[in-house]
């Protein structure tokens, strides 16, 4: 009898055992983690092909199209770097979050200069320019086409014919800050009634306002457009800045030290 009681109580552990290891695995599942995301834009010298993003020291999956990387809810350190080379490029602290992903550009126009983090709707709350206006925030980041501290530059558009361009506002006295450069409302080229979308530049010395010339003695337009129907632009507002663009030897171009340069145009915000 005793020997039948054993068995029987030994029974009944055996069969508690699985049920309970069967309760602790459920508790285990029913725990999970949030993921999140954050969204960088790659506008740095590093090419997207190159640009690799790190958290908390390990690679992860960054989206060329979307900017995006999903993780678990949280802060963590960022690194971003150049995968073929190995250099760090930027690092900065962001809270990875699912209800409000943070969303970021990182800005780095020229090699060699620290990465800035800019809102990419830094323009949200800017008033829209007035009819037959563009409001138009300027730098001119060129290291060597046009290194001057201080610059006029001169719009021109297709005001002419269709291939044609002619000058039709300036603004004076570009820096080459982009952070403390201010809007200025420029005038939009007209022909025949119609706005234009295509401008180019020119350039003027800021102290005597004449025109910047060419290798071959003419004043340079540059060859780089500013296109309002590649970039719109509902309220007429954008943030340009102005980089070198090497050439070959021709008359039209900047000649420096035997290198060509013609000025490119390159546009940040557009809203």
Not at 129 to 151: E, F, R, S, W
Not at 181 to 209: K, P
Request: charged share 20%.
């Amino acid at each position: 009898m005793e020997t039948r009681s054993y068995i029987t109580r030994l029974f009944i552990v055996l069969a508690i055992i699985p049920w309970l290891a069967a309760c602790q695995k459920k508790d285990y599942d029913n725990s999970y983690t949030i993921f999140g995301h954050a969204y960088f834009k790659n506008q740095t010298t590093v090419e997207s092909k190159d640009f690799g993003v790190k958290y908390e020291g390990s690679p992860v999956d960054w989206n060329v199209g979307s900017g995006g990387v999903e993780l678990p809810e949280g802060e963590g350190t960022f690194t971003f770097y150049n995968k073929t080379t190995g250099e760090v490029i930027a690092e900065k602290p962001f809270t990875v979050s699912k209800a409000n992903p943070p969303h970021y550009i990182l800005f780095q126009p020229i090699a060699g200069l620290p990465v800035s983090f800019l809102d990419p709707d830094a323009q949200a709350n800017e008033e829209a320019a007035p009819a037959g206006y563009m409001k138009i925030k300027i730098a001119n980041l060129c290291q060597v086409a046009v290194p001057d501290k201080t610059i006029d530059i001169v719009f021109q558009s297709t005001t002419v014919s269709v291939t044609k361009f002619g000058p039709v506002d300036t603004i004076k006295a570009v820096g080459r800050d982009l952070g403390t450069a201010a809007y200025v409302l420029v005038r939009r080229g007209v022909r025949a009634g119609a706005i234009q979308n295509r401008y180019q530049f020119s350039f003027l010395d800021a102290a005597t306002h004449q025109p910047l010339l060419a290798s071959g003695g003419a004043v340079v337009s540059s060859g780089g457009e500013f296109n309002t129907t590649t970039y719109p632009g509902t309220k007429g507002v954008y943030t340009i800045y102005l980089t070198d663009l090497a050439k070959t030897a021709n008359a039209v171009y900047f000649k420096r030290d035997n290198n060509y340069f013609d000025i490119q145009p390159n546009v940040l915000f557009n809203d």
